[in-house]
């Protein structure tokens, strides 16, 4: 970790998150910000964080792991500080893209109405959502974005509810770009950030993140989760351009979803039973395949 | 300069927009809009304006109203907002990381009762709730008083010195919905009486650094410390800015706190807000019967002028509170203010009186009636209520 910072440079010549960042070994956080970095190709940005392990990682004063000018803000308040920087940005005739890299408790909880409001006037933001399912800093408890049959510490017996449709709330903003990523396919994961950042207005990216700790697996079997969960049809890969034009983007395979599930211990009986998740995912892809047939991007789209 | 007939919200609003445009020179001006009875015609005339480098983001909550400021405030900008009663209770979080950020927004708080039970009038127990915010607080008397004391708070706010937000408050409907003729100032005089807004923490691309992120104790402690310390040059910077007032618009506006009608009182009652207007003129009747009365406007809270305030009251024999407020299984919060700066004098009585709670009217013979029950009293009690039978 560096205590001064290279002087005088516009461009992001190292990686967005520095060695010496506090993160877990196998947080899927970690991966992301390097990819996000690589997508930026030198783009400075500036970064909104609220309360997440993704501070955290930063470090304590007066040092940060972070390479680039970061706000932390506090826990609702990402979209709204990013709403006043990306003002500021624009009045100056700034072109450095506003990003917001928050967790899912500041996103599908506590910060869904900054979120939404911030979407719906549509500013210049690129909000990025790694979600690991769970409230990881406070040590494990359920979010709205916990699937159903999950142990987190608040609920001891399992989660009854099922999993916030984030997407479909985003898509429903009509914001110019939505997509969901996954940190076993790093092309398509490239391309949404890329096509991200070519947009303008408020684009918002969903990325399932890998969390040891909460999701009691091996660290070095992250990314493999991830490919399970994407080709079992847990996590769908897919972009909304709009909020109307959809494009799925990987088709669930062979692969089943007790793979998934069998190499996390937070999963309950009745969830490993996987009879539950299986409806929640024909029903979401049943959904989502109408989506695409009926309202396909264009190639256009492609950027 | 022209001499207009606006309500309080006019002024407040056209006068934020003034500060807003005089640092078109530099980043620019940002808001977040929210309303609220009774600031709501703030924001409305802020939203109305069209700035030639700014923009007033019309948000979803106060908390997201602070939150547009503090982004805006980081990125360099000149920042403010407006808001009233359970909209700044809403906003508290992200007010006091406006202060602790060091982020010199400027605020005005047009003081309603906070509900439930749900009361639009005013009392200040609004915006003395957030005293500990690590914001500046003023109190405001009049049209004039609220115009002038807006940009004397941005000036302030900014100083190199100083770098903290700074609430500006005022009575709800009493100053916000009357008209008052005052003295509104050209866009030029403001031009030359606020220099640039220049947030040296502000967020650089240029030099990447991470603003708000964790710390030790230690450090903890010394940026709390360091806090207290720009509190503490307040009074010196609050000086010289009505020093500087004065040259650029030919008008002195009121201090700290500011005695009436001089220092020899040996009855002095302490109010802030439209209060000493009212106050002033029982002081004016029961002069002219020959009673050696005065009054004190308390026109900044935070940093508390304990200094100037004891100066003011070195011949006071008796002093009354009037506390628009209430913390409840305390009293007044003046009231505690007071009394903690005159701790050591022996020779002075001190009584607090809670008045005008929710929005009564604290008419002319509610303060002569105050007047004398202090002038009755041999010892000091518990605060005293005024509207109902304590």
Redesign the interface.
């Known amino acids: 970790m560096s205590l001064f910072?290279e002087?005088?440079?516009?461009t992001l010549r190292e990686p967005l998150l520095r060695p010496g960042n506090t993160n877990c070994a196998g947080c899927g956080m970690s991966l992301g910000l390097q990819w996000l970095g690589e997508a930026l190709d030198g783009r400075?940005p500036?970064v909104?964080i609220p309360a997440c392990c993704g501070?955290?990682t930063?470090?304590?004063?007066p040092t940060?792991a972070?390479?680039?000018?970061?706000?932390?803000?506090?826990f609702?308040?990402a979209?709204?500080?990013?709403?006043?920087?990306?003002?500021?940005?624009e009045?100056?005739e700034?072109t450095?893209p506003v990003i917001c890299w928050t967790g899912d408790g500041g996103t599908y909880d506590i910060g869904v109405?900054?979120l939404?409001?911030a979407a719906e006037?549509n500013e210049n933001i690129l909000y990025f959502c790694y979600d690991n399912e769970i409230y990881g800093n406070t040590g494990g408890q359920r979010s709205s974005a916990t699937p159903a049959g999950v142990y987190t510490t608040t609920t001891p017996e399992g989660k009854v509810e099922r999993k916030k449709d984030m997407m479909a709330i985003m898509a429903a903003h009509r914001i110019p770009y939505a997509a969901t990523l996954s940190l076993a396919h790093r092309e398509d994961f490239l391309r949404k950030i890329r096509t991200a950042l070519n947009l303008s207005g408020f684009r918002f990216l969903l990325m399932l993140s890998p969390c040891p700790t909460g999701w009691k697996s091996e660290p070095a079997e992250g990314v493999d989760l991830v490919r399970f969960a994407v080709q079992c049809g847990l996590f769908p890969l897919f972009e909304i351009y709009d909020g109307v034009r959809y494009r799925i983007n990987v088709r669930p395979d062979e692969t089943l979803v007790e793979d998934y599930i069998s190499r996390q211990r937070r999963f309950t009986a009745v969830a490993a039973d996987a009879n539950m998740l299986r409806i929640g995912i024909a029903e979401q892809w049943g959904r989502l395949e109408a989506l695409e047939r009926m309202f396909p991007a264009e190639v256009q789209d492609e950027l | 300069m022209a001499r207009t007939l606006v309500s309080g919200n006019y002024a407040a609003g056209r006068t934020l927009a003034l500060a807003g445009e005089a640092n078109r020179f530099a980043r620019g001006c940002c808001g977040g809009a929210y309303p609220i009875t009774p600031q709501t015609e703030i924001i409305e005339y802020l939203r109305s304006h069209i700035f030639r480098k700014g923009r007033i983001v019309p948000v979803e909550s106060e908390h997201s109203a602070m939150g547009v400021c503090i982004g805006a405030s980081l990125a360099g900008a000149r920042a403010f907002t407006a808001s009233s009663s359970n909209g700044l209770a809403y906003m508290t979080e992200n007010v006091f990381a406006a202060g602790y950020y060091r982020l010199p927004i400027v605020m005005i708080a047009v003081n309603r009762t906070l509900g439930p039970p749900w009361n639009i009038w005013v009392d200040q127990g609004d915006s003395l709730a957030l005293r500990d915010a690590a914001w500046l607080q003023f109190y405001t008397e009049s049209h004039q008083d609220l115009v002038d004391t807006i940009l004397l708070a941005f000036r302030v706010a900014e100083d190199r010195d100083i770098l903290l937000p700074a609430m500006v408050a005022m009575d709800g409907f009493v100053t916000s919905h009357t008209q008052m003729v005052c003295d509104l100032p050209e866009q030029d005089q403001v031009d030359l009486f606020l220099p640039l807004c220049d947030v040296p923490h502000q967020l650089r691309v240029d030099h990447p650094a991470t603003v708000g992120g964790l710390t030790w104790p230690k450090e903890t402690e010394y940026q709390r410390r360091e806090i207290q310390k720009a509190m503490e040059r307040v009074p010196g910077v609050l000086a010289s800015a009505i020093d500087k007032f004065e040259e650029d618009f030919g008008r002195r506006p009121a201090g700290a706190c500011t005695a009436y009608p001089d220092t020899r009182a040996e009855t002095v009652l302490i109010a802030c807000n439209t209060m000493c207007r009212t106050a002033r003129r029982v002081v004016d009747e029961r002069r002219a019967r020959g009673e050696n009365v005065g009054m004190i406007q308390c026109k900044l809270f935070r940093p508390f002028p304990r200094r100037e305030l004891s100066a003011l009251l070195r011949a006071a024999k008796r002093v009354g509170v009037l506390d628009r407020n209430h913390s409840p299984g305390s009293g007044g919060i003046f009231g505690t203010e007071v009394a903690a700066t005159l701790q050591g004098r022996s020779d002075v009585l001190v009584q607090d009186y809670v008045v005008g709670l929710g929005g009564g009217d604290v008419t002319p013979a509610v303060i002569d009636g105050i007047f004398d029950e202090l002038a009755g009293r041999s010892h000091s009690d518990e605060p005293i209520w005024t509207e109902v039978a304590a």
């Open positions: 910072c002087p005088a440079s516009k400075m500036y909104v501070i955290v930063a470090g304590a004063f940060s972070y390479a680039a000018p970061t706000v932390a803000s506090t609702a308040s979209a709204a500080v990013a709403t006043g920087l990306t003002t500021i940005a009045l100056n700034e450095h109405a900054t939404s409001a006037r």
